[in-house]
């Protein structure tokens, strides 16, 4: 019911950029935290960054925050995260995570892109 596309990953060499997208379509009531998460190779996925509707941001860890933004347009029901700085830590399939209102207006529903992958590599 609500798709997640994301766009923008690829390989960059250490201490390069690159600005991921995630937009949201279908059949969407209400989407209140969007945010990243990261999954390397034999690792569990973990949270990069969230922010709420209303603007509310987390980085984990806050210190994050020195090298990546997260941002969303609500309008168009679309998240980004800008990574600067990268280092080969960061190596990952990125994902993108939404909280939709379900149908009923009783609870919500995470939905999750299919991940990109971001690859750091001298």
């Known amino acids: 019911q609500v798709q997640l596309m994301e766009s923008g990953g690829g390989l960059v060499q250490p201490g390069g950029s690159l600005k991921l997208s995630c937009q949201a379509t279908?059949?969407?009531?209400?989407?209140?935290?969007m945010g990243w998460y990261r999954q390397a190779p034999g690792k569990q996925r973990e949270m990069v960054a969230t922010i709420s509707r209303r603007g509310t941001i987390n980085y984990y860890p806050d210190s994050l925050k020195d090298r990546f933004t997260i941002s969303r347009d609500n309008a168009k029901n679309t998240v980004y995260l800008q990574m600067n700085s990268l280092e080969p830590e960061d190596t990952a399939v990125y994902y993108c995570n939404a909280d939709a209102l379900h149908s009923s207006g009783n609870y919500y529903l995470d939905y999750w892109g299919q991940g990109t992958q971001v690859t750091v590599y001298s």
């Open positions: 279908g059949t969407i009531r209400r989407i209140d935290v």
